[in-house]
């Protein structure tokens, strides 16, 4: 059967020549980059090769590099680490409504700690806009935290604009690029970024390498405190193979990001004008200022979990943000904070397409979606409308 | 995640559909958890000579939904009174701990559906 | 010329059955463990066999078991996530003077955020006196964290002991076993320990995974928060081929145990026995309650980095607990605190062997290290004593 | 880590040992650092005909102590005052920043040793 993956924005499949680029390291140069010997400098060198190639896909500095283990790792290094240094400065952060859950339950963590946190909402595109940060600044606030692109609905937020507000106020910007970085041009200069997170499996490199940048002169106290690896900054027996891999992998994505996004993006472009054909399949996210290989929707009437198992049975590999599909059981935060109800936030369904993606597997999804929807309508009590659907919220079974 | 049987049923569920001429209906759920249950029944001399669905939910929904309709056919309200949570996921090899809640609404789906029909006997 | 790698408490070259294990999960099952569709639900299957293979290794259920991404991560999460999870019992915690600087370093992190931490002595041989941990307890006491066995000089504690003081007084206990496990049978229940560290990459598993045991029952707040990977307790897209390459080094480890004990304790004691013939060579640690494969000395009259570099060039690969060594530029505080002068310290260099070291090297190694000594000692001034050496300390240059 | 110079003369160190008839001798540096050089000078005519040392240290110490021997021979005193720190780590092709303050001694360790020779012609 033919084999579909539509699910980029889980992870990525491993580029080949990210893996042969990482090999060696796992045999050969299998020293501690700490070594003075051979096998631990020639770890050591290559470590700082990837962290080059690293830096230049988002046009830093190496030494503005810190590698992390993974996009959560980042993201938590950066909340905690900025609160931490700067909070004889004040103990205020501002996050939008739609970050990842390793930005928002840090962020709660931080609650706890005694920080207070706004958390910005968003208008029916799910774009923060960036009037609504300007007002929320107070004299007390240390940092601004705004994903850079939703992995859930695709949309590009104006970090660019809200880093600028940040600078002016003199306040730390982090931006969450994980979703973003490597499918799209990211330029921590032009976006105003002092913080940002990124993580080479989201890019075809390797999973357990990823990274926060820091821009230079910024003071962040470690999450991983030990030796000096990373500068002090993040301690920790490097994970070389995985670091060389996310090298090698920013240096593909950089050479080719536009030639895969000139394929992928009229791709994805079909996939969406096919399936908004289908009656009561909406669109979730903004229309166009979105991520080039994304494509989300909500499906009337039908549950996610289902849609994405029928899809798999025919060879097709997607996501949903239903409850049903996330093992937290409640309906996506993304999806309420867009303005979706909750009942139809259920029929969640995301496909993410990649540079392998071809015209014909398109052909094929197009093809299969809209039956999968109507043989599940078919069972569904509602597909002729939410009629005597109770309005009640889900509290019981929880 | 799911096993062999679970996944037979929700592929290929048995019984879907309305059924215009029930005996008794019953509704199990809400859609804003992400999983509803609509059961119907036919009754002949107290027992249950056939059974429908209609299911808004996941695959364990639909598949639970697909099993309950067909243990039923053929029991007496009495016997389908007794059939539980537990026996329902017993009979489709298990279910996995985050669904035995939420999604195996079968069992008071299927009561109400008989609650339903004893009350419009009165 | 010959390659003989004597610094396994470094880092381990990674087993070639290892390596196998793990590459199927680079190529084909490259999906995310979340995912419900195949390439997901195949990474997810190897993640929980992995856990298995984990748990047996040290005597622990899997649901005990939390993949981190290195011994430094699972040691600042054993160590923040108790004390934040035990604040509101009290604020006290207790760590020797020779633990791993990813404990030290985060035990002056706590002491920052209002923590008070016991720095427990040792003897000469390196060993905490379980009568001190006992004394050192006060009512606010909630964390008993002391390392199993020392990278530096080797000497195992004795942790059972001190994990019973802990039991008894109802605290919970931690101890750091990165340098233990996979080298020596490490049982939690027999260790008392409520909590344990434990890293692949020493045990011919790849860097990159490691792990924290947290036994049934016990809360602990997570250091790095976000997605429900690991029961909520460690988020993270995971490095589902590091943790498979991390059950099959357990497996191996558990397998082959006692096989590796005995070939390498015996090398390990001629190469002991040979250095010491050498004139002003003292063995640092504990004499027997040592890991099995650790030498460790400290040579007068001569600089530790000195010695790395010239048995490098010799295709002998060690380490030393020297300033110089070190990027930290400080004298190992493990050789200060069990008694050693710091122009004493200078001279430190650590041998450990593994599975793959044969007796040919060791003879080879016999031969070359009084050689490269004698050739130090040589360009010294001190090689006839340590007169005409200030006592003063060392500030100016650093 | 060193430059391949740095290595060189750390493997085959030029100008080791004693000089029982030194006209000046200077140290620089401590064992608790890690480094110590100590540098022997014999002095003819105002310039430094013969250089040798002892170091205790790393290898950025030993090579350090070689080469500024080496620079050292055949130079007036006045000539080598001006031998520095910079001026030596060029010369083995750089040397780590962190080994640039602690092992790079060997100037100091001169110019002490010339120091050392001037006093005693007072
Ligand atoms: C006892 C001990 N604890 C912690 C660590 C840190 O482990 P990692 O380097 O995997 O972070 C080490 C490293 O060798 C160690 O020996
Ligand atoms: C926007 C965003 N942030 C953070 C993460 C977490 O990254 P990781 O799974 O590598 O920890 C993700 C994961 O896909 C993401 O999409």
Redesign the interface.
Known sequence: MKKIYLDHVATNPLHPEVLDAMLPYFKEHYGNPLSIYEPGMKAREAIENARESAAALINAKPKEIIFTASGAESNNFALKGIAYAGQGKGKHIIVSRIEHHSILNTARFLEKAGFAVTYLPVDKNGAVNPVDVDKAITKETILISIIHASPEIGTIEPVAEIGQIARENGIIFHTDAVSSVGNIPVDVQSLNADLLSFAAHQFYGPKGAAALYVKEGIRIVPLIYGGIQEGGRRAGTENVPAIVGMGKAAELAKRDMQKRIDHISPLRDKLIGNALKTDKVLLTGHPEKRLPNHASFVVEYIEGEAMLLLLAAKGIYSASGSACSSKALKASPVLISIGVPAHLAQGSVVFTLGEETTEDDINYFNETFPQIISRLREISPYAKGWEGMEGSACTAQK | ??SAKV?DH??N?RN??EMPDADGIG?E????????M?IYIKVNDDKITDAK??????????AVSSMVTEMAKGMTLDEALKITKASLAEALDGLPP?KM???NLGADALHKAIEDYRNKQK
Chains 1, 3 share one sequence.
């Open positions: 995640m799911y996944m929700f592929t569920p879907v559909g509704t759920g809400n859609p804003v958890c992400g999983d509803v609509k669905f209609q299911t808004f939910g996941c695959g364990a929904a639909i985050q809640h939420c999604s």
